[in-house]
C-alpha cells in the first residue's frame, strides 16, 4: 500500500460499528485521517465545507439511506454497507453510481477488507478522473489543434473505416466528414474521392496499395481538378501506419496543400524556359565560363558558329577553342574579369572564326560573393568596322571636297568683287559724263532732253546698287565675324537709327528682346532689310512698324509687322527669291535681293522665316533662331521709336 494518508468520511449511527472502525485504524495504523457523521443532516452539513477522499456509509440511517448522500455527491467515491441478505440493495447502488458495497456481519469481519476496499475504489476513482483529462486533452488535440490546422488529416481504424475527418479534409475534398465517418475508406476512394484528381487511377492505386500492405510510409503529389464548390489546388499525401493505441493497425493520412509552391514551381519554370529560349535567341555568341577558363554554358550561335551543337562545347577550354592556345591572350576580358571583379571589353580580329568581335564579360557571383564564373559576350563587328573604314574613307573625300569648295568660294569671292569693280568703273564714267553734259548742254536741252539724262543718272546709280546688293549676297554666310553675346535691345535701337526712318513712320520694340550668342554682323543685316523694307513700302500718312519676340519649341520667335499695302499671297515664296520686287523699280527703288539675303542668313543659323499679310492690312514677317539659355537678367524693356 502506498504511504499516502486518505481523508476518509463514516457516516454510521452505530456507534459500537464508529468505535471499531476507529479501534481498526490505530490497530492496522492506517494512514486515514477518519470524520464521523451520525446521520444524513450532518454527512451533507460537513460535506458542505470539506472533501474527503471516500465516503464509506451504512445504507440505513436514522434520517434516511446511503442514497440520498450519493444524490449529493457526484465526484466523491462512495461505498455502501449493507447488512446480510441485502444484496438487491447493493445492486441498487451500483446502478446508482456507488463504487462499491461491502457486507455487514455479525463478528464485523467486513472491517478486515475495508483497507483493501479502500484503497482500489480510491485508485480506480483516479485512473477514472486520469482518464477523462487524457479524454479531455485528445479531444483538445483532435478538435482544437488537428481540425484547425491546414493539413487536411483522416484516421482510419484497422478496417480502414474513418473515424475522424478535420475540417482542411472537408476543403481539399469537398466531402461532408458527417457523412464520411464510419464509412469504409477503400470504397469511398473508389467511388468518390478518386474522380477529384486529375489522374483518377494513379491516385486510387498508390492509396489502396497502403491499406493491402500497412507496412510502409507513402508519400506522392497530386492534383485536385476545379468544380462547383471546389477549388483547383496541389496537394501532397503523406500517410503511415498506426503502431499503438486505440486505432492500432489503422492509418493516418495527411495531406498538405501545396498550390502556392508548385505555382511557384510553374513560374521558375516558366523563367527558365524563358531564358533559355532568350539565351538560345541571342544572335551574339554568348556563354558562361568557369574559372578554369572551362564553358559551362554555350547558346545556339556558339554553337553553330563552330558547326556543333552546345553540348558538345561544354567542358572546353575557351583558350583552346577561341585561340588556339593553352593560356590566354593578354587582353583576355575573361581573365581581367577574374582579376578586378568588374566588367570588361575589348575588340580584335578573331582569325579561328575570321570575323572582327567586341567580347565584353560580366562577373557572376557565388553566395558567399566569390567570383564563380562570367557571362562572355562576343558580339561580330564586321559590319561596324566595314562601315568605320568606309566612314574613315568618306571623311578623307569630304575633307578634300571641303578643301576644294574653300578655293573655290575664295575664286568665286574674288570673282565677284573684280566684276564688281570692274562693272562698277564705266558706271562711274557714265555718271560722271552725264553730269557734265547736264551742266556744260544745259542750255542746248529741251525739258525732255534734261529729263532723259536725268533718267540716265538714275539708271546708273540702281545699277550701281544692284551689283552692291549682288556683293552683298555672295557674302552672306561665307564672311563670319566672332561670335559673341548680342543684346539685341541695343542691336535694334542701332539698326533705327542707322535708317532713320522719316517722321510719320514710327518703329516700336513691343517685347523684351533676348540677349544670345551669335554673328552680331548677320543680326544687323536682318534687322536692317526687314526695317528698311516695311519703311519703303508704307504708304499710309502714319506707318506704324512694331517689333515683338516669344518662345516658341526650342527657339525665338520674332516678328517685324507694319501697316503697309500688304502682299497678296501668291507671292509670300517669290518676295524671298533673289531679284525680285513686287513694284516697278522706277516706282520705288529696290534691288529684290534684300529678303534673299535674310533667308540666306537665318537658315545658315538653323532657323526659318516666312511672311503672314493681307492686301491692305499690312504685312508681318516672322523668323526663328535657336533658343539660347543666356538672358541679360535686368534688360529692360524698352520702346525704340525714331522720327
Known amino acids: 500500500m502506498e504511504n499516502t494518508r486518505y481523508k476518509i468520511m463514516l457516516v454510521e449511527d452505530d456507534k459500537l460499528d464508529q468505535t471499531s472502525f476507529k479501534q481498526l485504524i490505530e490497530d492496522k495504523q492506517l494512514p ?58 447493493a445492486v441498487r447502488a451500483w446502478k446508482a453510481g456507488a463504487d462499491d458495497y461491502l457486507i455487514k456481519d455479525p463478528k464485523r469481519n467486513y472491517l478486515k477488507t475495508l483497507a483493501i476496499t479502500v484503497e482500489k475504489v480510491i485508485k480506480h ?20 489543434v488537428l481540425d484547425s490546422s491546414k493539413v487536411g488529416i483522416l484516421i482510419l481504424d484497422s478496417d480502414f473505416k474513418v473515424v475522424w475527418v478535420n475540417k482542411a479534409s472537408e476543403l481539399y475534398f469537398g466531402l461532408c466528414r458527417d457523412k464520411i465517418i464510419g464509412k469504409d475508406k477503400r470504397k469511398l476512394i473508389r467511388k468518390q474521392i478518386k474522380n477529384i484528381f486529375e489522374h483518377p487511377e494513379d491516385f486510387a492505386a498508390k492509396v489502396l496499395a497502403t491499406y493491402d500492405n500497412n507496412n510502409y510510409i507513402e508519400d506522392f503529389e497530386c492534383h485536385v481538378l476545379p468544380c462547383e464548390g471546389r477549388e483547383e489546388r496541389w496537394l501532397n499525401h503523406w500517410s503511415q501506419p498506426i503502431r499503438t493505441g486505440r486505432y492500432a493497425g489503422g492509418r493516418i493520412e495527411h495531406y498538405t496543400d501545396i498550390t502556392e509552391r508548385k505555382q511557384a514551381e510553374g513560374k521558375l519554370r516558366h523563367a527558365a524556359e524563358e531564358w533559355r529560349t532568350t539565351f538560345d535567341s541571342i544572335t ?25 551543337e552546345p553540348r558538345e562545347l561544354i567542358g572546353k577550354s575557351c583558350c583552346k577553342l577561341f585561340h588556339g592556345t593553352k593560356e590566354p591572350p593578354a587582353d583576355c576580358p575573361h581573365k581581367q574579369t577574374l582579376d578586378t571583379r568588374r566588367p570588361q571589353s575589348v575588340e580584335f580580329f578573331e582569325p579561328h572564326l575570321g570575323i572582327y568581335v567586341e567580347a565584353s564579360t560580366s562577373p557572376i557571383f557565388g553566395e558567399n560573393g566569390e567570383i564563380i564564373a562570367s557571362v562572355h559576350i562576343a558580339k561580330d ?10 566612314l574613315e574613307v568618306l571623311n578623307e573625300e569630304l575633307k578634300t571636297t571641303v578643301k576644294k569648295l574653300t578655293v573655290a568660294n575664295r575664286a ?23 553730269d557734265w553734259i547736264s551742266t556744260d548742254y544745259a542750255d542746248k536741252f529741251d525739258e525732255q532732253g534734261r529729263e532723259q539724262v536725268k ?30 553675346e548680342v543684346d539685341l535691345n541695343t542691336l535694334l535701337s542701332e539698326v533705327i537709327c542707322g535708317i532713320n526712318p522719316p517722321a510719320n513712320i514710327e518703329v516700336a520694340c513691343e517685347s523684351k528682346l533676348p540677349a544670345i550668342i551669335c554673328d552680331k554682323t548677320h543680326l544687323i543685316q536682318i534687322f536692317q532689310n526687314l526695317l528698311s523694307n516695311a519703311v519703303r513700302y508704307i504708304d499710309k500718312p502714319k506707318g506704324q512698324i512694331k517689333v515683338g519676340c516669344g518662345e516658341e519649341d526650342g527657339f525665338w520667335k520674332f516678328s517685324v509687322s507694319d501697316n503697309g499695302p500688304g502682299i497678296e ?55 526663328t533662331l535657336p533658343k539660347q539659355d543666356k538672358v541679360i537678367p535686368d534688360a529692360q524693356l524698352q520702346s525704340h521709336t525714331a522720327r
Open 455 to 484: 533718267l540716265l543718272v538714275k539708271r546708273a546709280e540702281r545699277m550701281s546698287r544692284l551689283i552692291d546688293g549682288i556683293l552683298q549676297y555672295s557674302e552672306a554666310g561665307y564672311i563670319k565675324q566672332k561670335e559673341e
Open 569 to 623: 499671297e501668291k507671292y509670300f515664296e517669290k518676295i524671298f527669291k533673289i531679284f525680285q520686287t513686287l513694284s516697278p523699280r522706277d516706282e520705288v527703288e529696290a534691288t529684290g535681293i534684300g529678303l534673299s539675303v535674310v533667308k540666306k542668313i537665318i537658315e545658315m543659323h538653323g532657323g526659318r522665316v516666312w511672311v503672314e499679310s493681307q492686301v491692305g492690312d499690312g504685312s508681318t514677317f516672322f523668323f
Open 32 to 89: 486515514y485521517n477518519c470524520t464521523i457523521a451520525g446521520s444524513v443532516s450532518q454527512a451533507l452539513s460537513i460535506l458542505g465545507s470539506e472533501w474527503f477522499d471516500i465516503i464509506i456509509s451504512d445504507y440505513q440511517l436514522g434520517d434516511g439511506t446511503a442514497f440520498d448522500i450519493l444524490d449529493s455527491v457526484k465526484n466523491i467515491p462512495l461505498v455502501i454497507v449493507t447488512g446480510s441478505g441485502d444484496e438487491e440493495i
Open 284 to 308: 551574339d555568341l554568348v556563354s558562361i565560363q568557369d574559372k578554369s577558363f572551362k564553358l559551362v554554358r554555350v547558346n545556339r550561335a556558339l554553337a553553330d558558329a563552330f558547326k556543333t
Open 412 to 434: 568665286l569671292k574674288d570673282f565677284a568683287h573684280i566684276i564688281a569693280h570692274d562693272l562698277k568703273a564705266p558706271l562711274r564714267a557714265i555718271a560722271t559724263l552725264s
Open 381 to 390: 563587328i564586321g559590319n561596324r568596322k566595314r562601315a568605320e573604314e568606309a
Open 125 to 144: 476513482k483516479k485512473a477514472q478522473q486520469a482518464l477523462r483529462e487524457s479524454e479531455a486533452r485528445y479531444r483538445s488535440l483532435t478538435n482544437d
